[in-house]
């Protein structure tokens, strides 16, 4: 019988150039000038740091294998690892382990349960249950000898995902078109902009990507939640205008009215997704939703699967979100898209991918365009456990 012999959370801070950061996923806006670490986005209603911050999670088995997780947490990483450690690992250590997906569930089931009559069923509290479902899956396929897709989807796993370029750093809109052409020239075909000025910048930069890029190339637009309803509709005619392949996040996550009268009202589909964590979170904006957007650092495998079901019933798309994230997020969301049928792209950050691959003793790959599956048992990935803890900056 093989039991857990310990479970680690390790809170991550790693200095980073955020100018070639900015405009791009996980760090989409300008900040406002400041001294803190932690500063309002200039136009987006939420905060970012000015360091590339995450949470790990770390299990080990009494019979020396140790499988990798991460959480979604690019503020205060400390408080999911605190969850983990206090609330999580006295539930988990010396605990059976069975490397199959049942099992799997069941574990997620019963952490979610250590706090949900005391209303705690989202927030920081999924993120250090996901960060803990990741570990548990790496370990179940490296105990199987089976890639995590394979354990999910059988031979049906793809061995590469369609990647998408998420968003574009910041300068003049010719330097971000000469960026944007660069990608295509290596194969890629859909692009995300950021609405992160002017509503003028954005179409303008909109007209000058189509001119650069051509007629076939797809474009798709994330207003980071800064719609007004009332204008809503308008911005989004402008969309259908330029013939925008998705509209993401227009309105507050809580807002599911609001996203409903929205896709009714223009033809651009709408995507969303990354914000909630359950099922039960998901429930009200899925019908408004074509794409569906589950970050794996919030919703782990376990409930993503979950959703994606969901997103199936309701012939809707599944576009992984993926952010701040090291390789045991990011490998998790490749080998996740790999085991869905209706998961056309993966998102790709190239600036977030080479910061995981400095920690990761085989790089993730995208190759033409394509992110390729890491082959090897688990999530497929061996972490540089030594140089991350010595670069760790707090």
Same mark, same amino acid.
């Given at each position: 019988?093989?039991?857990?012999?310990?479970?680690?959370?390790?809170?991550? !801070?790693? *200095?980073?150039?955020?100018?070639?950061?900015?405009?791009? /996923?996980? =760090?989409?806006?300008?900040?406002?000038?400041?001294?803190?670490?932690?500063?309002?986005?200039?136009?987006?209603?939420?905060?970012?740091?000015?360091?590339?911050?995450?949470?790990?999670?770390?299990?080990?088995?009494?019979?020396?294998?140790?499988?990798? &997780?991460?959480?979604?947490?690019?503020?205060?990483?400390?408080?999911?690892?605190?969850?983990?450690?206090?609330? %999580?690992?006295?539930?988990?250590?010396?605990?059976?382990?069975?490397?199959?997906?049942? $099992?799997?569930?069941?574990?997620? $089931?019963?952490?979610?349960?250590?706090?949900?009559?005391?209303?705690?069923?989202?927030?920081?509290?999924?993120?250090?249950?996901?960060?803990?479902?990741?570990? #548990?899956?790496? #370990?179940?396929?490296?105990?199987?000898?089976?890639?995590?897709?394979?354990?999910?989807?059988?031979?049906?796993?793809?061995?590469?995902?369609?990647?998408?370029?998420?968003?574009?750093?910041?300068?003049?809109?010719?330097?971000?078109?000469?960026?944007?052409?660069?990608?295509?020239?290596?194969?890629?075909?859909?692009?995300?902009?950021?609405?992160?000025?002017?509503?003028?910048?954005?179409?303008?930069?909109?007209?000058?990507?189509?001119?650069?890029?051509?007629?076939?190339?797809? %474009?798709?637009?994330?207003?980071?939640?800064?719609?007004?309803?009332?204008?809503? /509709?308008?911005?989004?005619?402008?969309?259908?205008? !330029? $013939?925008?392949?998705?509209?993401?996040?227009?309105?507050?996550?809580?807002?599911? +009215?609001?996203?409903?009268?929205?896709?009714?009202?223009?033809?651009?589909?709408?995507?969303? &997704?990354?914000?909630?964590?359950?099922?039960?979170?998901?429930?009200?904006?899925?019908?408004?939703? !074509?794409?569906?957007?589950?970050?794996?650092?919030?919703? &782990?495998?376990?409930?993503?699967? !979950?959703?994606?079901?969901?997103?199936?019933?309701?012939?809707?798309?599944?576009?992984? $979100?993926? =952010?701040?994230?090291?390789?045991?997020?990011?490998?998790?969301?490749?080998?996740?898209?790999?085991?869905?049928?209706?998961? *056309?792209? #993966? +998102?790709?950050?190239?600036?977030?991918?080479?910061?995981?691959?400095?920690?990761?003793?085989? *790089? #993730?790959?995208?190759?033409?365009?394509?992110?390729?599956?890491?082959?090897? *048992?688990? %999530? &497929?990935?061996?972490?540089?456990?030594?140089?991350?803890?010595?670069?760790?900056?707090?």
């Amino acid at each position: 019988m093989t039991r857990i012999q310990s479970v680690e959370a390790i809170p991550v !801070r790693l *200095p980073r150039d955020l100018e070639e950061a900015t405009g791009t /996923a996980g =760090s989409p806006s300008v900040l406002r000038s400041g001294v803190t670490d932690y500063r309002w986005s200039a136009s987006v209603p939420a905060i970012y740091s000015r360091h590339f911050e995450t949470a790990l999670v770390k299990v080990t088995l009494d019979n020396g294998l140790t499988g990798w &997780g991460e959480a979604q947490a690019p503020l205060a990483p400390q408080v999911a690892c605190t969850i983990v450690e206090r609330l %999580l690992a006295p539930l988990l250590v010396e605990a059976e382990f069975q490397p199959e997906p049942g $099992h799997i569930e069941k574990t997620w $089931h019963n952490l979610y349960g250590t706090m949900r009559v005391r209303g705690q069923t989202g927030g920081f509290m999924l993120d250090a249950i996901s960060g803990v479902d990741l570990a #548990l899956w790496d #370990l179940a396929g490296q105990m199987r000898q089976q890639p995590v897709s394979t354990l999910i989807a059988g031979a049906m796993a793809r061995t590469k995902v369609p990647a998408y370029l998420s968003g574009l750093p910041s300068g003049s809109f010719a330097d971000r078109c000469r960026f944007a052409r660069d990608y295509q020239a290596q194969g890629f075909g859909c692009f995300k902009l950021f609405h992160e000025a002017a509503e003028g910048e954005l179409f303008q930069l909109l007209d000058e990507l189509r001119d650069a890029l051509g007629a076939s190339a797809q %474009l798709a637009v994330d207003a980071l939640w800064r719609l007004e309803e009332s204008r809503a /509709a308008a911005f989004g005619r402008q969309l259908d205008r !330029r $013939h925008a392949v998705w509209l993401e996040c227009p309105f507050m996550p809580e807002e599911a +009215e609001a996203h409903l009268r929205l896709a009714e009202a223009i033809q651009t589909p709408l995507a969303a &997704g990354e914000s909630y964590r359950t099922r039960n979170e998901i429930s009200p904006v899925l019908p408004a939703l !074509r794409f569906v957007q589950p970050d794996l650092g919030r919703t &782990g495998i376990t409930e993503g699967l !979950r959703i994606a079901a969901m997103a199936t019933q309701a012939n809707a798309a599944v576009l992984p $979100h993926v =952010s701040i994230a090291l390789g045991p997020q990011i490998a998790a969301a490749i080998h996740f898209a790999a085991a869905l049928e209706n998961a *056309p792209l #993966l +998102e790709f950050n190239p600036s977030v991918c080479r910061m995981a691959n400095l920690f990761l003793e085989s *790089p #993730l790959r995208v190759e033409e365009a394509h992110w390729q599956v890491p082959k090897g *048992p688990g %999530l &497929g990935i061996q972490m540089k456990e030594a140089e991350l803890r010595a670069a760790i900056r707090w």
